[in-house]
Each structure stands twice: as structure tokens, then as C-alpha cells.
């Protein structure tokens, strides 16, 4: 269906897409380098809001849903915003603009530069193909940041790879490999953890395992399998992943790219479990394949963009910061949409007096989630003058996702939302302020944990900075059935979940902000959790 933009709407975003071609004419500054802070100039908004609406939401200073439901549509245009790109530009575009009406100051833009690798997201303008004896073979995606073939592709012999008997040479050959499902130690690890507390509980869970599986197979393929550092220097001609997903749940599958920076430099293609039984047929004959794979590279800048809304002692040695953070960057609509979810919340309490904000809201958007060696620069370590002032942290992604399940080869609608995960440290105040937000705002199928405590699954990701910080603090997230894709557009979008999701970030941001420090202090014995290991070969 086509999607259509209403006239005030298509009007702001001209508006945006016009701020956003000036930034990219702007000669990107050096990797790391920071801009300098922009100044508050704007006068201070009228508080419209009484303190004890901090921890109290009135949801009609919130953005309304179809509010909401137009920044998505905006954002939605452009497909996946990766970092640096004309997407990302547009979309950080509206974010930063809405951040800085509503009162955020002192902006830091920390730019870095990296080779942008991309092609098209649509399967029907035939960028990337295969061919086995002048048959089309339905390819589900393409393997990022892997190489590219010119027009005419490359044709070589299939050959298996097998891990525990890997052929003698991959050189000039098409290797195929086959990504594990869960096994029954992993299925353990990944079943329905515990909680504090849940609503519409007959539903927790029900998809638990798809949403780990798809997790699991997304990462084995740069980080569990390592098949990219197989590929490096093995003079192979292309290589073919085998998913064991169904044709439309494979469809648009965006892996996590390399763990270092670069490609590759051998071109690959993603398959879903129906096509890849054509392909080990195939493979077995001793039959050779046409791969066709056409990208294209660029230089491209983004940054980390941090800012402040003050508190009652911004700028004096008593401020207290609460980091309020997200990532920017993702392949759909959803993967990426913190940046909304902060505009909710930095909106929310814009309403309030600076003197009756106890603490300052530091806004820090993350640009290094999807591209070539994640999280290359710390942010931490570039801003020590902002990192003393830090007592909380709120992490929020995944806002408004609805959720899908996969009956035999069809990829459908649950009829539910995605599963709502509110991730609380190892506090009594924060957990049962968790639940109060939950209850308030109505937020369904939703689990409040508080893994610290044990039996209650695991922080993930933006969500774990309280963790591997050792802050007190909150993570929102959401389970992630079909968000590994760039095919998540708006048909997966639920406005009116997103406005309740945000409510319950507003009420959190807000407890953080206003509790005594003794109040949600972690237990003695708390520790920083220790980086994930990426595993080696």
C-alpha cells in the first residue's frame, strides 16, 4: 500500500529533509572530535506543570498518538537509518530539532568517520541475486559489509562448509553456510525467565523462544560463527548463509556487521531455510552458482549528540546528572525509534520550572549500534566532566512494536503486542516504582525484572548501561520478533503502545530524577557487569 503523508506533516518534514542537506554539505570534523557546545539561547519555556507531576504523569503533556504516529511516518520514508546516511541525517534532523525546542542546551556533537557500505533494501531492484542452472533462487537479504560482484556476478562451484570438517580449500569456490537454530542448552538459557511483576501474565513468554532464536541467528553470523573472519583471506568467490527461518521471516534479515572496521571483501547473500534445501541439493550435485551482489562504498560522518535539559544546579559544582541514553542507528522503523522515545520524555518535563527539576536530564544518542566496528570510540572516556555528574541512568529502545510469530513458512501477526521489558537495578524503591509506572500508564504484556536478583533473564541492549556502569537506574525494551529486518515498516507499528511505553519512561526519568541518592542505592556487593566476550575462532 502506498503510504501517504498529510500536508501539515509533509510540510515540517521538507522542512527537515532541507536542515539535513545543509549538514551533509558540511565538512566533516576529524574522527573524535567534538563541536562546540551550543549555548542555550532560547528563553526558558513557561512551566505549565506543578512538582508533583514529575513522578505523576499528566499524559496530556506527552506527545499525543498521532503525534507520534507522524514522526514515524516521517522517519519511515527513508528506510533504515544507518549512520552518516541520508536517512539517519533526516531522522536525526527531527529528533535533534524537537530536543532543542524543547529546552535541551549545550548540544556536543563527537564526530567520527567510517566506509559506509550499502545497497538497495529492495529485493525488486535485483541487486542482489542467485542463480543455480538458469533458475532464480529467492534470496531473503543481503549479507552487510560483505563485497560486492559487478553486473554480472560471479559463478563458481557450491561447497558446504562444515565446521568440524571444513573443506581442504575454499579458494574460487561459492561457500555455503548453515546457521544453527537454538540447541536445548541455549533453549534452557533463553526460556521464560522470571519477573517482579507482569501484566496480561497467560501471555508473558508465548514467544520467548522465537524472539531468543531470531536474536541468536542474527549474531551467529559476526559473532557467534565468525564466518566473516572464515571468509577474510580465503580466496573464496561468494558465500551463502543458510537461515533456519521461513522465506518471509528471513525476508530483509539485517546481521550485525563486523566487529572490526572494513568488509569483508568476499560477497554474500542471505537465504531462508526453503531456498537454502535448493542450494544443498545443488551443492551436493557439484553444481556451480551465479551470485550477483551490487553495493556501493562511501565516506560517512555521524557523531554522538549529547545534551542537557538543566536542573535546579545546572552549571554549579551540586548538579547531578541522570544520562537518559539511546542508540541512533538500526535497518527499520523500530530498531532505532529511542531517539522518539527520548523526544517524549525531554517534551514531558520541559513543562516544569528548572527550579523544580532536582536534577539535569543528560541526553546522550549513541551512532555506533550498526555499523563496522561497534562502539569503536567511548564515549565515556571523551567526556569525564560529564560522567562525574552521572548518579542514574535510563536506557529506552524499541518503542511501539508490535509482535509476529511463524506459522509453518509464513512469518504473521501475533495479534499481541510485543512484550514490554522494564529492566530495574537491584533497588526495592526502583522495582516497586517500576510497577506503580506500569500500572498508571497500562501498559500491557508488560515484565518489570530486576536481573541483578537472579532467575530474571538478562539486561539487554542500550537498556544495560545501569549495569555495566553500576548505576541506579532503568532500561525499556522490547522482545524482538521480526526487528532484525529492514523489511519492519509501518504495518508493525502501534502508536497508542509507543504514548504508553513513553509514559512509563517519563515516570521512571522522573524518580530518578527527583530520589534521595540513599533512596536507590544499589546493595554493598553490587558490581559492574562484566563486556560481553565476542568469541574467537
Same mark, same amino acid.
Request: aromatic share 10%; charged share 20%.
Given at each position: 500500500?502506498?503510504?501517504?503523508?498529510?500536508?501539515?506533516v509533509?510540510?515540517v518534514?521538507i +522542512?527537515?529533509?532541507?536542515?539535513?542537506?545543509? #549538514?551533509?554539505?558540511?565538512?566533516?570534523?576529524?574522527?573524535?572530535?567534538a563541536?562546540?557546545?551550543?549555548s542555550?539561547?532560547?528563553p526558558a519555556?513557561?512551566?505549565?506543570?506543578?512538582?508533583d507531576?514529575?513522578?505523576n504523569?499528566d499524559t496530556?503533556?506527552?506527545?499525543?498518538?498521532s503525534?507520534?504516529?507522524?514522526?514515524?511516518?516521517? %522517519?519511515?520514508?527513508?528506510?533504515?537509518?544507518?549512520? &552518516?546516511?541520508?536517512?539517519?541525517?533526516?531522522?536525526? *534532523?527531527i529528533?535533534?530539532?524537537?530536543?532543542?525546542?524543547? &529546552?535541551l $542546551?549545550?548540544?556536543?556533537?563527537?564526530?567520527?568517520?567510517?566506509?559506509?557500505?550499502?545497497? #538497495?533494501?529492495?529485493?525488486e531492484?535485483?541487486?542482489? *541475486?542467485?542463480?543455480i542452472?538458469?533458475?532464480d533462487?529467492?534470496?531473503?537479504?543481503?549479507?552487510?559489509?560483505?563485497?560486492?560482484?559487478?553486473?554480472?556476478?560471479? *559463478?563458481?562451484?557450491?561447497?558446504?562448509?562444515? %565446521?568440524?570438517n571444513?573443506?581442504?580449500?575454499?579458494?574460487?569456490k561459492?561457500?555455503?553456510?548453515q $546457521?544453527?537454530?537454538?540447541?536445548?542448552r541455549?533453549?534452557s538459557?533463553?526460556?521464560?525467565?522470571?519477573?517482579?511483576?507482569?501484566?496480561?501474565?497467560e501471555?508473558?513468554g508465548?514467544?520467548?523462544?522465537?524472539?531468543?532464536?531470531?536474536?541468536?541467528?542474527?549474531?551467529?553470523? *559476526?559473532?557467534?560463527?565468525?564466518?566473516?573472519?572464515?571468509?577474510?583471506?580465503s580466496?573464496?568467490?561468494g558465500?551463502?548463509?543458510? @537461515?533456519?527461518m521461513?522465506p518471509?521471516?528471513?525476508?530483509g534479515?539485517?546481521?550485525?556487521?563486523?566487529?572490526?572496521?572494513?568488509?569483508?571483501?568476499?560477497?554474500?547473500?542471505?537465504?531462508?531455510r526453503?531456498?537454502?534445501?535448493?542450494?544443498?541439493?545443488?551443492a551436493?550435485?557439484?553444481?556451480?552458482a551465479?551470485?550477483?551482489?551490487?553495493?556501493?562504498e562511501?565516506?560517512?560522518?555521524?557523531?554522538?549528540?549529547?545534551?542537557?535539559? =538543566?536542573? %535546579?544546579?545546572?552549571?554549579?559544582?551540586?548538579d547531578?546528572?541522570?544520562?537518559?541514553?539511546?542508540?541512533?542507528?538500526?535497518?527499520?522503523?523500530?530498531?532505532?525509534?529511542?531517539?522518539?522515545?527520548i523526544?517524549? +520524555?525531554?517534551?514531558?518535563?520541559?513543562?516544569f520550572?528548572?527550579?523544580?527539576?532536582?536534577?539535569?536530564?543528560?541526553?546522550?544518542?549513541?551512532?555506533q549500534?550498526?555499523?563496522?566496528?561497534?562502539h569503536?570510540?567511548?564515549w565515556?572516556?571523551?567526556?569525564?566532566?560529564?560522567v562525574?555528574?552521572?548518579?542514574a541512568?535510563?536506557g529506552?529502545?524499541h @518503542?511501539?512494536?508490535?509482535?509476529?510469530?511463524?506459522?509453518g513458512?509464513? @512469518?504473521?501477526a501475533?495479534?499481541?503486542?510485543?512484550?514490554t521489558l522494564i529492566?530495574?537495578?537491584?533497588?526495592?524503591?526502583l522495582?516497586?516504582?517500576a510497577?506503580r509506572?506500569?500500572e498508571?500508564? &497500562?501498559?500491557?504484556?508488560t515484565?518489570?525484572?530486576s536481573? =541483578?536478583?537472579? &532467575?530474571?533473564?538478562?539486561?539487554?541492549?542500550?537498556?544495560?548501561?545501569?549495569?555495566?556502569?553500576?548505576? =541506579?537506574?532503568?532500561?525499556?525494551?522490547?522482545?524482538?520478533?521480526?526487528y532484525?529486518?529492514?523489511?519492519?515498516?509501518?504495518n508493525?507499528?502501534?502508536?497508542?503502545? @509507543?504514548?504508553?511505553?513513553?509514559a512509563?519512561?517519563a515516570?521512571?526519568t522522573?524518580?530518578?530524577?527527583?530520589?534521595?541518592?540513599d533512596?536507590?542505592s544499589?546493595p554493598?556487593d553490587?558490581k559492574?557487569?562484566? =563486556?560481553?566476550?565476542?568469541?574467537?575462532l
Amino acid at each position: 500500500m502506498k503510504r501517504v503523508l498529510y500536508g501539515p506533516v509533509h510540510l515540517v518534514f521538507i +522542512v527537515f529533509a532541507s536542515l539535513a542537506m545543509q #549538514s551533509c554539505s558540511d565538512a566533516p570534523a576529524p574522527t573524535g572530535t567534538a563541536e562546540p557546545a551550543r549555548s542555550a539561547q532560547r528563553p526558558a519555556k513557561p512551566a505549565t506543570a506543578t512538582p508533583d507531576k514529575l513522578t505523576n504523569i499528566d499524559t496530556s503533556l506527552l506527545p499525543t498518538a498521532s503525534e507520534v504516529y507522524a514522526w514515524h511516518v516521517m %522517519k519511515d520514508e527513508g528506510g533504515g537509518t544507518f549512520s &552518516g546516511s541520508p536517512s539517519w541525517i533526516r531522522f536525526m *534532523t527531527i529528533v535533534e530539532t524537537g530536543l532543542e525546542e524543547h &529546552g535541551l $542546551v549545550d548540544v556536543v556533537k563527537d564526530r567520527f568517520g567510517y566506509r559506509r557500505w550499502y545497497t #538497495s533494501d529492495d529485493p525488486e531492484d535485483k541487486r542482489w *541475486t542467485l542463480r543455480i542452472n538458469d533458475e532464480d533462487i529467492r534470496v531473503a537479504s543481503y549479507w552487510a559489509y560483505s563485497g560486492e560482484t559487478d553486473e554480472h556476478g560471479v *559463478t563458481a562451484p557450491l561447497v558446504v562448509y562444515d %565446521k568440524d570438517n571444513p573443506p581442504e580449500s575454499l579458494e574460487g569456490k561459492i561457500v555455503v553456510f548453515q $546457521v544453527p537454530s537454538l540447541d536445548e542448552r541455549s533453549r534452557s538459557m533463553f526460556s521464560t525467565p522470571g519477573y517482579e511483576f507482569g501484566t496480561d501474565i497467560e501471555t508473558l513468554g508465548t514467544n520467548q523462544l522465537l524472539s531468543s532464536n531470531q536474536w541468536y541467528q542474527s549474531n551467529y553470523v *559476526t559473532r557467534f560463527g565468525r564466518f566473516d573472519a572464515i571468509m577474510k583471506d580465503s580466496g573464496a568467490a561468494g558465500a551463502l548463509v543458510i @537461515f533456519d527461518m521461513g522465506p518471509w521471516r528471513a525476508a530483509g534479515l539485517y546481521t550485525f556487521p563486523l566487529l572490526k572496521p572494513g568488509k569483508t571483501g568476499v560477497p554474500g547473500l542471505y537465504l531462508d531455510r526453503v531456498s537454502g534445501r535448493r542450494v544443498l541439493r545443488a551443492a551436493q550435485l557439484g553444481q556451480e552458482a551465479t551470485l550477483t551482489l551490487l553495493a556501493e562504498e562511501q565516506d560517512a560522518t555521524a557523531y554522538f549528540y549529547t545534551g542537557f535539559l =538543566p536542573g %535546579k544546579n545546572y552549571g554549579t559544582a551540586a548538579d547531578e546528572h541522570v544520562l537518559v541514553i539511546t542508540h541512533s542507528d538500526g535497518p527499520n522503523l523500530t530498531q532505532d525509534n529511542g531517539g522518539f522515545a527520548i523526544l517524549s +520524555v525531554i517534551r514531558y518535563f520541559s513543562n516544569f520550572a528548572q527550579e523544580d527539576r532536582p536534577r539535569t536530564l543528560a541526553v546522550m544518542i549513541d551512532s555506533q549500534h550498526f555499523m563496522p566496528h561497534r562502539h569503536m570510540n567511548d564515549w565515556y572516556a571523551m567526556h569525564p566532566e560529564i560522567v562525574g555528574k552521572i548518579v542514574a541512568t535510563i536506557g529506552m529502545e524499541h @518503542f511501539g512494536q508490535l509482535e509476529f510469530t511463524e506459522e509453518g513458512e509464513l @512469518f504473521v501477526a501475533s495479534g499481541l503486542p510485543e512484550q514490554t521489558l522494564i529492566f530495574a537495578q537491584d533497588n526495592d524503591l526502583l522495582i516497586s516504582e517500576a510497577i506503580r509506572a506500569v500500572e498508571a500508564a &497500562g501498559v500491557p504484556r508488560t515484565m518489570v525484572q530486576s536481573p =541483578p536478583r537472579g &532467575g530474571q533473564g538478562n539486561w539487554s541492549g542500550m537498556s544495560d548501561v545501569a549495569v555495566k556502569k553500576n548505576y =541506579p537506574g532503568y532500561g525499556m525494551s522490547s522482545n524482538m520478533s521480526a526487528y532484525w529486518s529492514t523489511q519492519a515498516r509501518l504495518n508493525t507499528f502501534d502508536k497508542d503502545l @509507543f504514548v504508553k511505553q513513553a509514559a512509563v519512561a517519563a515516570q521512571l526519568t522522573g524518580v530518578l530524577m527527583t530520589a534521595e541518592l540513599d533512596q536507590i542505592s544499589l546493595p554493598p556487593d553490587a558490581k559492574p557487569r562484566e =563486556p560481553f566476550a565476542e568469541p574467537e575462532l
